[in-house]
């Protein structure tokens, strides 16, 4: 009975020393501390590799009146890039236009002229492109007399790092007029393109077109046309090309008759 009462005699006095003691704090060497988030915001997205990017355009125009009539005049262009930071890989491109009309004072006569361009270019470490086009328009009105002229053209070109090259142009032409004496139409085309490897084996070809057709004031009628291709592969040792010309001549009109026709 005695030992019993040491023991609650002791457990009571453990409890009253618990209530009256502050347990001390761990200090960092042996407790779990987390850091504080970084203070520095991240913007997203966040890029693999970094870009820079800009791009530009201007426009203009004026419009002179005088006596002798109205004048116009347009412009614009625009460029762009966007180019890897390590100079890895990159677009460019650029385009313009240009507009410039006359009116004159009395309305007999009438001028107009468009053109338009446009570059492009796109490069990694594997290949390089390049392309452009353009095209223009021209109207002129004198009169009874008019003439009215197109063209456009297209060329590309690629280039690999291995040395292979591929290349291709194209162009287009057309005409029509009409004046007191005759009245017609033109056209016109042609076409290249090659393909060379490493090696420098590799094809090539190219074709030219055009037709004409002209009323004259008799009644007479004009009509032409003529064509061209030739071509050229080479691979080794081995080499072939071929060539084909092919022209034609017809009038008729107030008996003429046709005149020729001839092919080759």
């Not at 328009?137 to 002229?149: C, I, K, L, S, Y």
Request: proline share 2%; hydrophobic share 30%.
């Amino acid at each position: 009975m005695g030992f019993c009462s040491v023991k609650l005699v002791l457990l009571i006095g453990f409890v009253s020393l618990l209530k009256h003691t502050t347990l001390a704090r761990p200090n960092y060497e042996g407790a779990v501390v987390f850091k504080p988030d970084d203070e520095e915001p991240h913007n997203l997205p966040i890029w693999a590799a970094g870009f820079e990017q800009s791009a530009a355009s201007n426009t203009g125009s004026q419009t002179i009146v005088s006596k002798e009539g109205v004048r116009q005049q347009t412009s614009g262009g625009s460029q762009s890039a966007n180019l890897a930071k390590d100079g890895s890989s990159g677009q460019l491109s650029a385009t313009n236009t240009q507009q410039q009309s006359f009116q004159s004072a009395d309305g007999q006569k009438f001028q107009s002229q468009n053109q338009a361009q446009g570059q492009s270019a796109s490069f990694d470490r594997n290949q390089q492109a390049l392309s452009n086009t353009n095209t223009n328009t021209n109207v002129e009105r004198d009169g009874q007399n008019v003439r009215e002229q197109s063209s456009g053209g297209a060329a590309s070109s690629l280039q690999s790092q291995t040395g292979a090259n591929l290349a291709s142009q194209a162009q287009t032409n057309s005409e029509s007029f009409k004046t007191a004496d005759q009245q017609g139409q033109r056209t016109s085309g042609s076409s290249q393109s090659q393909n060379i490897g490493k090696d420098g084996s590799g094809s090539a070809s190219n074709a030219n077109t055009g037709s004409e057709r002209v009323v004259l004031a008799d009644g007479t009628i004009v009509t032409k046309s003529f064509g061209s291709s030739s071509s050229f592969q080479t691979s080794g040792n081995t080499q072939a090309s071929a060539n084909a010309n092919s022209m034609s001549s017809l009038f008729t009109g107030l008996g003429i008759g046709a005149m020729g026709n001839r092919g080759k």
